[in-house]
Nanobody
Framework: QVQLVESGGGLVQAGGSLRLSCAAS????????MGWFRQAPGKEREFVAV????????DYTDSVKGRFTISRDNAKNTAFLQMNSLKPEDTAVYYC?????????????????WGQGTQVTVSS
C-alpha cells in the first residue's frame, strides 16, 4: 500500500509559479514511476507529467512542455511538479499517482494509487 499527500496548491496570478509536492509512504514509491494529473470542473482527469523511478526519463503533455518540470527525491519519498508561467487554463485540482504495472502511462487507469489532490487556481 502507498499513501500519497499533495501540497503546494493555491491561488496565483497568470505568469506566476507554484511548486507542488507529493509525499509518499511505503517502499513502492522508490521503484515506481510517478505521474501528475489534473482535473478541471466538468472535465475528465488528464495526464500532465510522468517521471520514471530513477528520475532519468520524463514526459509531459504538450500544453505544459517548457513550463512545468517534474522531479523526485527518492531519499525523501517525494515527487514534485514545478509550474512556471501559469495560465488560467492550468486551473484544476492536481493529483499525484503511482504508476501501475498495466495500462497506459497517459491514462488515469494506468495508475494504482492516488493522492487527495491539491487545488491550483490561476487568475487572469
Amino acid at each position: 500500500q502507498v499513501q500519497l499527500v499533495e501540497s503546494g496548491g493555491g491561488l496565483v496570478q497568470a505568469g506566476g509559479s507554484l511548486r507542488l509536492s507529493c509525499a509518499a509512504s511505503g517502499r513502492t514509491f522508490r521503484t515506481s514511476a510517478m505521474g501528475w494529473f489534473r482535473q478541471a470542473p466538468g472535465k475528465e482527469r488528464e495526464f500532465v507529467a510522468v517521471i520514471d523511478w530513477s528520475g532519468s526519463t520524463r514526459d509531459y503533455t504538450d500544453s505544459v512542455k517548457g513550463r512545468f518540470t517534474i522531479s523526485r527525491d527518492n531519499a525523501k519519498n517525494t515527487a514534485f511538479l514545478q509550474m512556471n508561467s501559469l495560465k488560467p487554463e492550468d486551473t484544476a485540482v492536481y493529483y499525484c499517482a503511482v504508476r501501475g504495472s498495466q495500462g497506459s502511462t497517459y491514462k488515469a487507469t494506468g495508475y494504482d494509487y492516488w493522492g487527495q489532490g491539491t487545488q491550483v487556481t490561476v487568475s487572469s
